[in-house]
Structures are given as C-alpha cells and as structure tokens.
C-alpha cells in the first residue's frame, strides 16, 4: 500500500486551493462520472422538443471531448 504525505501552506492562496483540490477529489470524480452516465437521461426526461434534445446532446459532447483531451475517464475513479 503506498501512502503519500502532503502538505499544505493554508495562508498561501494557491495552495490553499490545491487542498480544496485534493479534498474534494472524490466529489469531483462523482460528478464526472454521472455527467458521463447520467446526465442525457436526467435531462430529456419530460422534454420532447428537437431544439432541446440537439442542445443537450451538443452540450453533453462537449464535456465529454473536454474530459477526454484532459484523460479523465470518470470509470477509473468511481
């Protein structure tokens, strides 16, 4: 089991983001995991109009090549 020490100076701004960085990992990966699996069904529930399905189907693409070009696989954190 490999163990890792991090330290964090809190009175320094950009550290002090960091460490909400590191905190909040497993949130994040959460939400990218239910954008990559969820989020199409979440959104055309109740909804029937063209315009609207093309958009959110654009929009979740989008997200999805972003979440590529930085190699996050959601399914590799959850």
Do not use: W
Request: aromatic fraction near 6%; glycine fraction near 2%.
């Amino acid at each position: 089991m490999a163990l890792a020490k991090l330290e964090f100076d809190l009175k320094d701004p950009e550290q002090a983001v960091e460490h909400k960085r590191c905190i909040k990992a497993s949130e994040m990966a959460y939400v990218l995991f239910e954008i990559k699996h969820n989020l199409m069904r979440n959104m055309f529930t109740g909804r029937d109009s063209v315009e609207y399905m093309n958009g959110a189907e654009d929009t979740v693409r989008q997200i999805l090549v972003m979440m590529k070009d930085l190699n996050l696989d959601p399914d590799e954190l959850a």
